[in-house]
């Protein structure tokens, strides 16, 4: 299970950082991602790493200004969003799956999903 946490209301420039929780399994064999769904529109790819970290993958529109991190110690999966833009305003959602594949960036290759949670930037 994956347990999805830390968003919230953000004003333009801010920034954020979620937290994927994950129990069950071993975490550390499953490689993590981050997707987004904006209001009326379909869950996009946002960051993704392969295996135990050594590759780290992400959307253009989030390229220099997101991390994506994991601590296998407390089983957790990490977003950092700086200079946060109203266009990053969406549910995002976590997911894990336990071979990587080359098509990271479709959700539908993607077997575990955490419940999203909310990010609203706005002024």
């Known amino acids: 299970q994956l347990q999805a946490s830390g968003g919230g209301l953000v004003q333009p420039g801010g920034s954020l950082r979620l937290s994927c929780a994950a129990s069950?399994?071993?975490?550390?064999?499953?490689?993590p991602a981050w997707f987004r769904q904006a209001p009326g529109k379909e869950r996009e790819f946002a960051a993704a790493?392969?295996?135990?970290?050594?590759?780290?993958y992400y959307a253009d529109s989030v390229k220099g200004r997101f991390t994506i991190s994991r601590d296998n110690a407390k089983n957790t999966v990490y977003l950092q969003m700086n200079s946060l833009k109203p266009e990053d305003t969406a549910l995002y959602y976590c997911?894990?799956?336990?071979?990587?594949?080359?098509?990271?960036?479709?959700?539908?290759?993607?077997?575990?999903w955490g419940q999203g949670t909310q990010v609203t930037v706005s002024s």
């Open positions: 069950g399994r071993t975490f550390s064999d499953y490689s």
């Open positions: 997911a894990a799956r336990l071979h990587w594949t080359v098509a990271y960036y479709s959700d539908i290759h993607w077997t575990n």
């Open positions: 790493i392969r295996g135990s970290g050594s590759r780290t």
